[in-house]
C-alpha cells in the first residue's frame, strides 16, 4: 500500500503517520515510530486482504473527513476577510487620491485648494516623504482622465467626478 503523500500532490507532514498522515505526539527524539497509535492496528503491509485496506479507509473517513469540513469553513472565512480587507485597502486608495489630486497645479502655478504659491504644495510633499511608492501610484493615477481614473479607483461601480 502507499504512504498518503504518494497518492496525493500534498506534501508529508512532518511528524506525521505514515498511514493517515496526521501529527501525533511522540518525544522529539523519536524517528523511529511511523504510525499514530489508532494506525498502529491496520497501517499497510504488503499483500493485505481488502477487508483490512477497506477497514483503514473507512477509518481514515471517519477521522479525516470533520477535519476537511473544517478546513474548507477556515479557508472559507480566511478567503472572505482577505477580500473585504482588499476592499477597504481599495477604499482607503480611492479616498487617498481624491483628496490629493484635488491639490492640483492652477495656471499661476499655486496649489488650486490650499492656494499654495509652490507647487507640489505641502500635501504633496508631505506624502512623497513619509510613503514614495504610495506617492509615485497617486502620481500615475493624475495622469489619468477621468474615465480611467473612475475605473481604477471604483471599478465598474463608481463615478470619481461624483464622489
Aim: proline share 6%; charged share 30%; with cysteine.
Amino acid at each position: 500500500m502507499y504512504n498518503v503523500s504518494e497518492v496525493t500532490d500534498v506534501p508529508p507532514i512532518d511528524r506525521g503517520c505514515a498511514c493517515c498522515g496526521m501529527r501525533f505526539p511522540r518525544p522529539p527524539d523519536d524517528n523511529e515510530t511511523q504510525h499514530c497509535p489508532r494506525c498502529q492496528l491496520h497501517f499497510p503491509v504488503a499483500s493485505e486482504a481488502p477487508e483490512r485496506e477497506l477497514a483503514r479507509l473507512r477509518d481514515h473517513d471517519q477521522r479525516l473527513r470533520p477535519g476537511y469540513a473544517a478546513a474548507w469553513n477556515f479557508q472559507s472565512q480566511y478567503q472572505d476577510r482577505m477580500k473585504s480587507a482588499l476592499r477597504s485597502r481599495d477604499n482607503w486608495k480611492a479616498a487617498l487620491a481624491e483628496v490629493l489630486l484635488a491639490h492640483e497645479e492652477a495656471a499661476d502655478g499655486s496649489c488650486k485648494i490650499c492656494h499654495e504659491k509652490e507647487f507640489p504644495c505641502s500635501t504633496w510633499r508631505k506624502l512623497e516623504r513619509v510613503n514614495r511608492g504610495i506617492h509615485r501610484e497617486v502620481e500615475t493615477l493624475a495622469a489619468l482622465d477621468d474615465d480611467e481614473l473612475s475605473r481604477e479607483l471604483y471599478g465598474d461601480g463608481g463615478d470619481y467626478r461624483s464622489a
